[in-house]
């Protein structure tokens, strides 16, 4: 009986203070709900006080803008482009590259550069400081001369680079560690390069240059400006701005990059939700490059544009290409005498520095221009009437010096588009190309690769081979790929 009532008695305490227990675990509980529900009930009234104060009018603008913002970065997302907004890693180093490269465009507003360039110019490097960050310009003078000869204002250059728009990170497929950025208005690509790139681009920049005098419409991109930032705590990163291959970008279906092989160049085509990326030479298969009487110019500049590098001694470019559905009208207007001759005096003299004149092509206020093509051929008639003067036809296709420069630099009738030196008309489409990348120079380590991938790759194409074999493969591709 005593153990029965002492057994009993123990299990009365321990449920009485499991009891007492729970008790005050409640309590607390009761307390904290009591705490975060008064808690969100003052912030719930701050937050309704301080909406009450804001004007409707300012809430709505406010709601727009967030809606705007939003279906943007779901457009450029898809475009594998990212807005850097104020929440973005590279906010602020956009930021210093907005303000570092306005200054060193002023600069060059300031002070022009000369009508001949002297050997100093190609060295040239202008300092300036601002709060946070310190920007060095590479060749000022000789960019600057170089965009003017591409038609292109400083202060439009300025604008674009400067604008209060975001710049546009883009996020691609590629195996570079390089980081990529767009202007808002898509026309300007900014890309980091490492110091060794940056030093044999300037030390080759003369022949660049030169090379692009000589082929103004030359397929290889357009480098417009070579900088260096340096950061406090954070080192120093080389960039380069180029023209953007692929601007503008409006209904572009499908991108590619191109090397002329087959190792490890299929890439899985992205699904319709996500971001588009850019293809390789194997999903290209099946398909061609439709520019009809332009093919022979195409693959001849290939050979030219290939050539010139084989004899900088790189490899491992790219052909980027892209292609767009032409309508209609944009198909009947290419043909219009009016615009044929717009284009034939935008061939000849601009994207260049040579200024001659064409035969039948005149500024005159008082001159009707007629345009005519001459069946079964690629030439342009053009005919210049003034009133009471009658002047015969002038054949641009005739044995003349105009003819002789034109033939030897390989020009073509460029389209009336923006980005024309990028842009080729055929038929039913609009292709953009252009040959990108052009820093990978065959040394000691790329020499090593190629035996390495001799071995591996046996009886495969792949992309490290020297430069000779390179140009030759890739122009082989153009051949082969275009009709």
């Known amino acids: 009986m005593v153990s029965t009532l002492n057994t009993s008695v123990i299990e009365d305490d321990q449920t009485s203070s499991e009891t007492a227990g729970e008790r005050t675990c409640l309590t607390r509980a009761r307390r904290r709900r009591r705490f975060y529900s008064e808690g969100d009930t003052k912030l719930s009234f701050r937050k309704s006080a301080m909406d009450a104060q804001e004007p409707w009018s300012s809430r709505r603008s406010r709601t727009m803008r967030r809606k705007l913002m939003w279906n943007a970065r779901q457009q450029w997302k898809l475009l594998g482009l990212f807005e850097i ?35 100093a110019d190609f060295k040239m490097e202008v300092n300036q400081r601002h709060d946070g960050f310190k920007m060095r310009t590479f060749a000022g003078s000789v960019f600057s001369h170089f965009r003017q000869r591409l038609g292109m204002t400083e202060k439009e250059y300025q604008l674009s680079l400067s604008s209060k728009g975001l710049y546009l990170q883009f996020i691609s497929n590629s195996k570079s560690k390089a980081d990529f950025f767009l202007t808002n208005d898509k026309r300007f690509f900014l890309k980091t390069q490492n110091k ?85 030479d194997l999903n290209f298969e099946g398909k061609y490059i439709c520019v009809d009487q332009q093919r022979a110019w195409l693959v001849r500049q290939m050979e030219i544009d290939s050539q010139f590098l084989q004899r900088l001694n790189v490899l491992d470019y790219s052909l980027l290409v892209a292609d767009q559905p032409l309508h209609v009208d944009e198909r009947m207007k290419s043909q219009s005498f009016a615009s044929l001759i ?5 061939s000849v003299n601009g994207s ?26 690629e ?15 002038q054949t641009l296709g005739a044995q003349s010096s105009v003819e002789s420069k034109l033939q030897a630099q ?19 489409a609009r292709y953009f190309v252009g040959i990108v990348d052009i820093f990978t120079v065959y040394g000691f380590r790329k020499k090593l690769e190629y035996l390495w991938k001799c071995l591996r790759y046996r009886g495969q194409a792949f992309s490290t081979v020297s430069p000779d074999v390179y140009a030759r493969r890739l122009c082989h591709w153009v051949e082969s790929h275009s009709v």
């Open 352 to 377: 260049s520095s040579l200024s001659f004149s064409v035969p039948g092509i005149v500024e005159e206020e008082s001159a009707v221009l007629v345009s005519e093509m001459v069946c079964g051929t």
């Open 196 to 280: 060794k790139e940056v030093r044999f681009l300037l030390s080759n920049l003369r022949v660049y240059m030169e090379h692009l005098e000589k082929y103004p419409h030359s397929l290889i991109v357009k480098f417009l400006g070579v900088h260096m930032i340096k950061i406090p705590n954070q080192g120093k990163k080389y960039f380069i701005v180029m023209q953007s291959v692929f601007y503008p970008d409006e209904r572009i279906s499908e991108r590619y990059d191109i090397k002329g092989c087959q190792v490890s160049r299929w890439t899985d085509p992205a699904p319709e939700s996500q971001e588009i990326v850019v293809l390789k």
């Open 410 to 428: 390989n020009r073509r009738l460029l389209p009336s588009f923006k980005n024309p030196l990028h842009v080729i008309d055929g038929p039913e």
């Open 342 to 346: 717009i284009r034939t005096k935008q």
């Open 85 to 119: 907004g104020n929440q973005h890693e590279f906010y602020e180093f956009t930021c210093m590259l907005k303000e570092g490269l306005a200054a060193a465009v002023q600069n060059s507003i300031d002070n022009p550069p000369p009508n001949e360039l002297a050997e």
């Open 379 to 393: 030439q342009c008639q053009v005919r210049e009437v003034h009133p009471g003067r009658p002047i015969p036809l």
